[in-house]
């Protein structure tokens, strides 16, 4: 079962602040390819993580469901109605690193805590998706008239690594990222509630442990691999051994060939990518 992340931040004036009582409501979500809302006690109320900064989770029905999504908040007495798409993170369902991928580590590592091999799988794990760029997910962001600057929701534990591309009505929008891992469209909207497709790739916090099922399904034993030559590396440990440096180049070599397909797969640089002045 997969779980989709909504999150949305309230600005005035360029600057972050929060609804009339600390109070944001998501109204209704809708199914996109049914177009009928989800079993959930509307209004939901969300919770605040941040000043103007906003979550919700839910529970997908199916892997990989587009949703239309209904918010409402007050600023300054006036109610303020949002709508905007979200894609369910990931776009499939989740397994846990710690239930499939430890098991292999352990056995090869007498005596090594599951903790500590823990820790060494999740830096391993998040490395190689920085290194390959192999994930990929899309989220959206609604316009502010006379805006350019955005908080593009993404999933707890994690953050953009690069922005893939930005589409509104399927046509390319210019964009850069500032230092604040912010999106930055070229020209500020000039309307409210224009909905933009962000595709970006995604980096994994040291701390995450639920990757989607075709990343461990197709990646997982590179990043075993990964983690046992880390941990055989070490010197005076009882699980010291000299086949780390087997595991490394296996390593090595499976994270070659994710970087190679993904280059593949996509365009040699983003459309109408905007580099940042500083």
Known sequence: MSTTYLQYLV???LVSVDPDNNEMFLTDVVRRDTMESLVLTFPVTMDRIAVGLYT???????????????LEYALGGVTVPVVGVLQGQGGSSTEAASDT?????????????????????????SEFCRESEIWEAESSITSEEDEDTYTVPVSANTSILRVLSV?????????????????????PATADDVVYTVKYVVCPSWELDEYPDWLLQRCGFTIVCGALAELMSQENRPWSSNKWQDYRARYLSGLAQAKAECSTERDPAPAQLIIPSF
Do not use: K
């Not at 292999?104 to 599951?114: A, D, E, F, K, T």
């Open 101 to 125: 991928l430890l098991p292999q580590i352990l056995s090869r590592v007498p005596g090594c805590s599951p903790g500590f091999a823990l820790q060494v799988l999740y830096s391993i794990a």
């Open 11 to 13: 600005r005035s004036n």
């Open 167 to 187: 589409e509104q009505d399927d046509a390319a929008t210019g964009y850069s990222l500032n230092r604040n891992n912010e999106l930055v469209l070229a020209s």
């Open 56 to 70: 919700t989770t839910w529970e997908d029905p199916a892997p990989g469901m587009i949703y239309i999504y209904h």
